[in-house]
Structure formats: C-alpha cells, structure tokens
C-alpha cells in the first residue's frame, strides 16, 4: 500500500526518532519495567534451552532429592537446585522458567481471542448500528455484571462435564484461553464501537462510501487503523489481567493440570507445602508471577499516556 | 441564459424528499406516551442541472442543503422522489459494475479538510484510492503517474504524495481532497461547502482552483454553500432553499439583481455592501423554525413580512419566472413587486 521512503532515514531511524521512543526513554520506570519484561520473556521463551532442569519429565526426577532448600540461606542446598526443589524433586527454578512460559502462552494466547472477538462485534456494532448494536451490547452488559473469573469457571465446568478427565487434561490450555478470552472481549467492543461511532462520522468514511466501497473494506481499511491505539493499551493492561486470571483459576485446580503446571499451578503446589515450612517452594514463583504482572502493567500505563495526544 | 426545462439535463432531481426519524427508542416512546418524531430535512425538491454549469444551493443552517449533497451521491437512500444522473435512474436496480460505472462518474468535496482526509494514511493511498477501487490503473507506475497527475492538477508536487494529512494546512488539505475527487475523471461534482472552513484568502485560491478545473475539465457542480459571496463567484444558477424547499431558483445575476422571493431578498440584505447606499435594509427576523413541526402553507409565513391567510394553510407551488422559478403566493398574486438591487460584484 503505502509508497517507498527514501532511502535516507531508515526504519531504525524513523523509530528513534519518533515522540513515542523519546517519551519511553524519558521514563526510568518504563525502561526498568520494559527491561524486567525482556527477561522474563527471553527466560520464559528459551526455557528448554536455558534451564537446568526438565522438570516434568519424571524419568530425571528424584524423590531423594525432595523438598531441598534454596542454596543461599541452607547449608543442605546443592547448586544444581539453586532455587531448591518441591515434594518431588523438581527444580523450582526450572519449573518456573517452564511455567512462565505457559503463564505467558496462555495470556497472549487469551488475549488473541479476545481481541478478535472484541473488534469483530465492536466494530459490526458500531458501523452497522440499530437492532444488531442493541443486542450485541445488551450481551456485553450482562457479561459486564459478572466477574471475569466467574465466566472463566463457568465455560471451565461446562466442559469438564462434557469431556472425560483425560482428555480436559490434553486440551486444558485451550479451555482456559477461551474462558479467558471469553471474558475479556467487552472492554475490547465498547472501545472499538465507542471510537467507530466517531469515525464513520467523519467525511474520510463518507468520502470512501462515496467511491462505493464495501462496509467491511471501509472498516478493515479505515476504520480500524484508527481505533488500534486505544485497543493497544487495553491488550498490553489486559495482558497482565489474563496471567494473574490464569494463575487464579490454576491456583483453585480448575486451570492448567499439574503435569502442565503453569505459575499459578506451582503456586498452588507450593501452597501445600507451605504449612510445613518449605517456604520457598511457593515464594518463588509468586515472587515471579508478582514482577511479571507488575512490569507488565507498568508497560501498559505507559503506553496509554504515551498514545494520548491530550496528556502529552 | 436558455430557459430551465429545454436544457439537456445532465441532473435531474424530481420530488426528492428525505426524512429522518428522530424519535426516542422505542420502549422509551411507550412507556411516556411520545409520539415518533421525524425531521423533513428535505421536502420535495425539484432541481436540474445543465452540464458544465455550477448550480449553487444556498440556505441558512439546518435548512437541508447538505442533506441533499449527500442524497445526490448517494450516502442516504431518499425516502421519496428520484435522481437521474445523465439519463440513468440512481435507484434503479443495476449491477455492480453498472453502479460502479455510474459512481465513477460522480464524486463529492467535503467541507472540513481536516476530517475528510484519513490520518493514518499517506497522501498517495489517499489520492490513489478511487483509482484502486475502480482499477483505473494498468499497473503500479501508471498509478504513480495518475496520482501525480492528480496531484500537480491542484497545485501539489508528486512529492507530496508521501507525507500524511497532517503535514498539510487546511487549504492544501481541501485541494487533497479535491485531487482525491477527480482521481476517478468525474464529470459531477458535489461540494457542500467546500470553503466554509477555510480563511478568507484561501477561500478565494480554492474557488479560483475549482472554476479553472471546471474550465479545463468540463466539470459540473453542484455546490453548497451558505456564503452568498462565494456563491456569487462561482454560480451559474442559484437554488435558495427554506426548510427543506427551494423557494427561489434564478440565474446568479437575475437573482442578486432582481431577487424576487421574500427569503431571498432577506438574505441579500445581510450582505454588507462596500457601496454604503444607505438603503434601508430589512433585518432578518426571528430565526429557521423547527423541522420536525414546520410551519403549514408556506414554511417562511411566520417570518414573511407580506404574509396572509392563503400563505397559512397552502403551499405555494414553484411558478416560473424570468428564467427560474419562485414558490411565493405573494409573488404570484402581483402582491409583492420586483425590486432591482445592486450587487457589490467584487464582494467575493
């Protein structure tokens, strides 16, 4: 679409150059916040390549190796579990590189979903208006006045009773991006359809009619460019919503199984543990779960300020 | 100045009406007891316009001169009357490529240059786009060179093809559109206020623009505008439009020089005149009634100074006159006597 820059300012360039790098270098805290992010997710990303262990492969796990302490603040730490292990031997460190990982696939994955769902019917509500609008918002009220969690647990327990134990375990990961991104996909449509209301008013939208383009064309082409800013800033808030929804619905058992244990899942396993003064177990991956979320958000709050023309 | 009805009509407008219905949702409107509420934005509109002519339509606020822009090409459905553009019905049931062929032909300037370019695409999408829709281009350097074409047309460089809206100012932006507008070689064009946004002195660079790609480009306009000014500059004829009617429709000079309608001639008198002839000018009282409940008979009687009873309860129906066309009763009935003016020509 779009015709060849000269070949003078790169794209490197044109990035360093903008407002928006200038307002993130501007910020200590976001560059902070954006560094934590970096590494959590290289960590999370090349975990089978980076870490010590494969936890959840029961043929390298020893029970004789149950329940050792972090080796900095116990004589009885090896450093081949530097962040000691669980009842079963694994590596916590391990598996928190392993379940940041499904913590992060699970959340963008939720995300995903409820982007597009929340575009598509946000955007069908506002452009086409009437009856359809009507319905799809009354739908995404009602949906409103649950909590998230609650949907979550909702479309969860439907399909544990549909499917049989074994196979929930296979496809849990899938259940739980829908549920999540299920209940996540109102704030998305009120967005979308709020900034669409004010775009297909505008004379470009007419001026694009006028030349007899299709609806669809006039909303992927025109319309919707002009709406990604603020559903950026939902995606990258939400984003951290989806982990902690995620951790919240493994930690009460009905998230991911224990052979797929995501943060929450570890969190949960940590928990029972935890009277017995195996501390670390559960620290660990809540401490993570903790500056992921965190950093995450802080992300996002940037970019909200950085995308809104009036706060500049 | 040939008489209106043995032209050949290049647009032909007959009847043509548009309400919209404005009521309270449904379930408010019965719970209280409201009746619906429809606003008669148009209400039987007769136009036709020669080709190669400007036909101006001019009216205060809310009187529908937009809305029958925007009727003409297309972007509402009318909810009565018909719309002939070069003899092809624009409701009649065609395919896509017919209505397509027909739309081609046709295009439209908006009034705010800074709401009717998209932000987040370049110039060249932006110019480009009508080209892309109706595959006017053989292949991508064609493109180029049309885009160019365009854009060097109205005063731009191809250059400029590759900045974004907001690099421009309001007039650049309005000659952008204009481009944009005649990327598809139309032979019609509607502008609804195409200047009003615009200073002054940019104002006269556009018009002069739009008459000199008239010229160049066997253009036709249909132009709206509430600058009588600027509608003298650039009119061949002048429909004055009251409530959803048209009152009055003249050629530009017989209507500046012997305005014959009671509306017309107030309007007029708002004009300041460099000549300061100190005539007495008659001070438009009260303001445009609503249009939901508009006034019976002849919509202007509660303003009209030569008003009577037969102007309350009939419509006065669009008698031709000197080479237009006046819906006054006053008019017709010998009441009310034409009265020569003298238009300030270098007003614009």
């Known amino acids: 679409m779009a015709m060849q820059q000269p070949a003078t300012t790169s794209w490197l360039h044109r990035m360093t150059d903008s407002d928006i790098w200038w307002s993130f270098k501007s910020s200590p805290t976001t560059v902070a916040a954006a560094a934590v992010t970096l590494f959590i997710f290289v960590i999370a990303f090349f975990a089978p390549l980076l870490a010590p262990h494969t936890p959840f492969d029961p043929a390298t796990l020893s029970l004789s190796d149950g329940l050792k302490p972090p080796v900095l603040v116990s004589p009885d730490g090896e450093w081949t579990f530097p962040l000691g292990t669980d009842d079963q031997g694994r590596d916590v460190l391990s598996a928190i590189m392993y379940g940041t990982r499904l913590s992060l696939i699970v959340g963008f994955a939720s995300v995903i979903v409820a982007m597009v769902i929340g575009i598509a019917l946000g955007l069908v509500s506002g452009y086409v208006g009437g009856a359809v609008d009507t319905v799809i918002m009354r739908i995404a009220d009602v949906q409103l006045t649950f909590p998230a969690i609650l949907v979550a647990l909702l479309i969860d327990g439907v399909v544990r009773g549909i499917i049989s134990v074994q196979r929930h375990d296979e496809i849990a990961i899938f259940v739980i991006v829908g549920a999540i991104g299920l209940s996540f996909w109102v704030q998305y449509a009120r967005t979308v359809r709020g900034s669409v209301l004010v775009e297909k008013n505008k004379e470009y939208v007419q001026a694009a009619r006028v030349i007899g383009l299709s609806p669809v064309l006039i909303m992927v082409r025109h319309v919707l460019p002009n709406v990604t800013g603020p559903v950026l800033v939902i995606a990258t808030i939400n984003l951290g919503l989806a982990i902690i929804t995620e951790a919240t619905l493994s930690f009460l058992g009905v998230g991911l199984p224990s052979t797929q244990p995501s943060l929450g899942t570890l969190i949960r396993l940590g928990n029972e543990v935890l009277q017995s003064g195996e501390w670390w177990v559960i620290v660990f991956p809540g401490a993570m779960l903790a500056a992921l979320v965190l950093a995450v958000n802080l992300l996002g709050d940037w970019l909200r300020d950085a995308l809104n023309p009036k706060l500049r | ?348």
Request: charged residues 25%; hydrophobic residues 40%; positive net charge.
């Open chain 2, 1 to 348: 100045m040939p008489d209106g009805a043995s032209m050949n009509q290049f647009v032909k407008i007959e009847g043509l009406k548009r309400y919209f219905d404005v009521s309270a949702p449904w379930l408010v409107r019965t719970l209280e007891g409201r009746p619906r509420q429809i606003v008669q934005a148009v209400d039987g509109i007769d136009i036709e316009i020669a080709k190669g002519e400007t036909f101006s339509l001019v009216g205060e606020s809310g009187c529908g001169k937009s809305t029958v822009a925007r009727l003409v090409v297309g972007l509402y459905p009318p909810t009565a009357g018909s719309i002939e553009f070069d003899g092809n019905d624009m409701a009649g049931s065609r395919s896509r490529a017919d209505m397509a062929a027909l739309r081609r032909r046709m295009q439209m300037i908006f009034q705010d240059p800074y709401a009717s370019l998209n932000p987040r695409w370049r110039v060249f999408d932006i110019v480009a786009e009508p080209i892309r829709a109706f595959g006017l281009a053989k292949d991508k350097a064609d493109l180029e060179n049309q885009v160019g074409e365009r854009l060097r047309q109205v005063r731009l460089t191809p250059a400029d093809g590759r900045k974004y809206p907001h690099e421009f100012s309001g007039g650049q932006r309005q000659r952008i559109s204009i481009a944009r507008a005649l990327a598809s070689h139309p032979e019609f064009l509607v502008c609804d206020e195409p200047t009003s946004a615009l200073d002054v002195s940019v104002q006269a660079q556009i018009l002069n623009l739009m008459v000199d790609l008239q010229r160049r480009l066997q253009l036709t306009y249909l132009f709206i505008s509430h600058n009588l000014a600027v509608v003298y500059h650039i009119s061949t004829r002048v429909g004055v439009m009251y409530l959803g009617r048209l009152v009055e429709v003249a050629p530009t000079d017989t209507l500046f020089r012997r305005p014959k309608h009671p509306y017309t001639r107030m309007l007029l008198d708002t004009i300041p005149d460099l000549d300061m002839t100190g005539r007495q000018r008659a001070p438009v009282a009260g303001e445009v009634p609503s249009p939901i409940n508009p006034p019976s008979g002849c919509t202007f009687h509660p303003r009209c100074p030569f008003a009577n009873e037969r102007c309350k309860v009939e419509r006065p129906k669009a008698l031709p006159i000197e080479g237009g066309t006046v819906a006054c009763h006053a008019i017709e009935e010998g009441r009310l006597g034409v009265e020569e003016r003298s238009y300030a020509a270098s007003a614009a």
